[in-house]
């Protein structure tokens, strides 16, 4: 009998797969917790600051910006130092430059997380807050190629505190950094020159404005060239493979060449007419908002109702209330802005926005020399008294308006009838020359 010997299976050892280089220097180290630290901070700032934003793309955009870079920026700058010393705080530094993986390689790896975890915490940031923006704004977009051009920019500021994290050996350089970076940032940011454009922090506040199609897209060029061109000059080996630093570092100097010949004033930003057009309610007077405040609308409406009341159908009375650079047309009274009263689609101080609003209707446009005469001050008292009659001041806010309060009283206690004929007077008048304002 023949016996089939069949080979006995061994255990074979188990395999252990090797971590990938970025994967492990990622998870490890200062890197996630530095990304934490931004999008926390960016957060808190932004939380703080709900009502100035919440209601338009274009002011949740740029307080990002404003926040990421002053914020964001150093504090990528002072973590990505501290982690760039690391090798030398633990001693290996002459073990890594024995092992076969290139120089430059080891430094790309390691500057990862300096860079990638940063710019991961204010992309996290950017979107928390456009989400709580989204239920209130109404046409337009975020300029999500700024909000990606600022990650860029702390992410290069992340990779530079990391080379100043390798070249300095001295644990306070981290915060020096830090705050070396943030008085840096502050200063090229409320600079008046073109040279404030090249700054991450820039502030722009005009809401009905678009930048130029090629912004974004250069002023990424201009930060991550910078920050390449860095890294190839320390780590390439051998020293004349740093020749290829130039590469990056043209790119870089011909994107700051493009953004300087911006103008100092205005930058990139250019007037919208899609984001101008008026949208106006049914009322009288009408209250007109640009389309960029759409949803907007009704809450202002609703505050001016009681004021639009006692003016609707009165001669001289407003034809329009204007919000925003609408088309003009005779009879427009322009508003204030209610994005800065409007907090997640209400006006939250509905009587402060009235009064605001008669303080324009009446508004001083007299020349040099008028507004003169004994019965001046007696003009100006009438003048507060029918602003107080139509929408009174809140109390915690504005002048007293103690004097006016006889006048005041005199126009309340008139019947509605009477009020209407003495406003419509006091509209007809010319509010320059004393004599003619009619007396309560």
Not at 36 to 61: E, F, H, I, N, S
């Amino acid at each position: 009998m023949t016996a089939t010997l069949t080979p006995s299976r061994t255990d074979a050892p188990a395999r252990v797969r090797a971590a990938r280089p970025l994967r492990t220097e990622l998870r490890r180290g200062l890197g996630p917790w530095a990304g934490t630290a931004v999008a926390v901070t960016v957060l808190v700032a932004m939380y703080g600051k709900g009502p100035q934003w919440q209601t338009r793309w274009t002011d949740v955009t740029a307080l990002l910006h404003v926040t990421v870079g002053l914020l964001g920026g150093p504090l990528a700058l002072a973590a990505g130092c501290w982690q760039g010393g690391r090798d030398r705080r633990r001693g290996t530094t002459e073990l890594w430059g024995s092992v076969p993986r290139s120089p430059l390689r080891h430094l790309l790896v390691s500057a990862a997380p300096s860079a990638l975890w940063p710019a991961a915490g204010v992309l996290l940031a950017d979107a928390v807050s456009l989400l709580a923006t989204w239920p209130y704004a109404s046409v337009c977009r975020p300029f999500l190629e700024l909000l990606a051009a600022d990650a860029v920019a702390v992410a290069s500021l992340g990779a530079l505190g990391h080379l100043a994290g390798r070249l300095v050996p001295w644990r306070l350089t981290a915060p020096l950094l830090g705050i070396v970076g943030y008085v840096g940032l502050a200063i090229g940011t409320y600079t008046q020159s073109a040279a404030r454009w090249l700054s991450p922090a820039s502030e722009y506040t005009y809401p009905w404005a678009r930048t130029v199609w090629w912004f974004g897209p250069v002023s990424m060029a201009w930060t991550a060239g910078l920050a390449l061109a860095a890294l190839l000059a320390y780590g390439a080996r051998p020293a004349r493979l740093r020749a290829f630093a130039l590469i990056p570092l043209a790119v870089a100097v011909t994107a700051a060449g493009l953004i300087l010949r911006l103008p100092s004033d205005e930058g990139p930003w250019r007037l919208d007419p899609a984001l101008t057009r008026a949208v106006c309610d049914r009322g009288s007077p009408q209250v007109c908002v640009t389309v960029l405040d759409e949803k907007l609308l009704p809450a202002v409406s609703e505050a001016l109702a009681p004021l639009n009341a006692r003016l609707a159908g009165l001669p001289g009375a407003p034809a329009r209330w204007a919000v925003g650079p609408v088309d003009p047309r005779p009879g427009d009274v322009e508003l204030p802005d209610p994005a800065q009263d409007t907090v997640r689609g209400r006006v939250e101080r509905a009587d402060l926005y009235r009064n605001s609003a008669v303080a324009q209707l009446f508004a001083d446009t007299c020349e040099p020399g008028d507004f003169m005469g004994p019965n001046a001050e007696r003009a100006s008292l009438v003048n507060a008294a029918v602003i107080e009659w139509l929408a009174p001041t809140p109390s915690d806010y504005g002048p007293d308006t103690a004097a006016a309060q006889p006048y005041t009283d005199r126009l309340n206690a008139k019947s509605p009838a009477a009020q209407r004929d003495y406003l419509t007077r006091y509209l007809a008048a010319n509010p320059c020359h004393p004599d003619e304002v009619p007396i309560p």
